[in-house]
């Protein structure tokens, strides 16, 4: 007689949210017709990779914000601080945030919105605890 033997483990979670960092942007070199255009916010984690052990990922990125572009190209989003999470800070690339506008009817990206005078290669911001004063972006156009 064969017996089999259940056991069963009770975990007890305490989520706590993410601190949020607020975050400041001017998009230079667009003009805004009557359509109201929108600044897309997506997080890609790079920490995943390493997590995996993947030396090249093909990763999709996350959709943190989406949030409406003033007609003075000044835009507002709260971001969260992935920073400080215990889990993702102990990788070494805790991962970056890229923005667009984007069309909202058809998903198509209108705009890349690159990070003036920052030198980075990517084009795109890195995760961090606050994001001081206004943020500056030249708008480069997909077509």
């Given amino acids: 007689m064969k017996s089999i033997i259940f056991l069963t483990l009770v975990v007890t979670l305490n989520p706590k949210p993410l601190r949020t960092a607020r975050f400041l942007g001017q998009v230079r070199g667009i003009s805004q017709s009557a359509q109201v255009l929108?600044?897309?916010?997506?997080?890609?984690?790079?920490?995943?990779?390493?997590?995996?052990?993947?030396p090249d990922?093909?990763?999709g990125?996350?959709?943190?914000?989406?949030?409406?572009?003033?007609?003075?190209?000044?835009?507002?989003?709260?971001?969260?601080?992935?920073?400080?999470?215990?889990?993702?800070?102990?990788?070494?690339?805790?991962?970056?945030?890229?923005?667009?506008?984007?069309?909202?009817?058809?998903g198509n990206r209108l705009f890349e919105l690159k990070p003036a005078r920052s030198g980075s290669s990517t084009g795109r911001v890195p995760v961090a605890n606050s994001y001081p004063g206004v943020q500056m972006f030249d708008a480069e156009s997909q077509k």
Avoid: H
């Fill in 61 to 106: 990125s996350w959709r943190i914000a989406s949030v409406e572009l003033d007609p003075d190209g000044k835009f507002s989003a709260t971001l969260p601080d992935f920073s400080r999470d215990a889990v993702i800070s102990s990788f070494k690339n805790p991962g970056e945030f890229a923005l667009c506008i984007r069309d909202q009817k058809t």
């Fill in 57 to 59: 990922c093909a990763l």
């Fill in 38 to 54: 929108y600044v897309d916010v997506d997080y890609t984690p790079w920490w995943v990779c390493e997590f995996f052990g993947l």
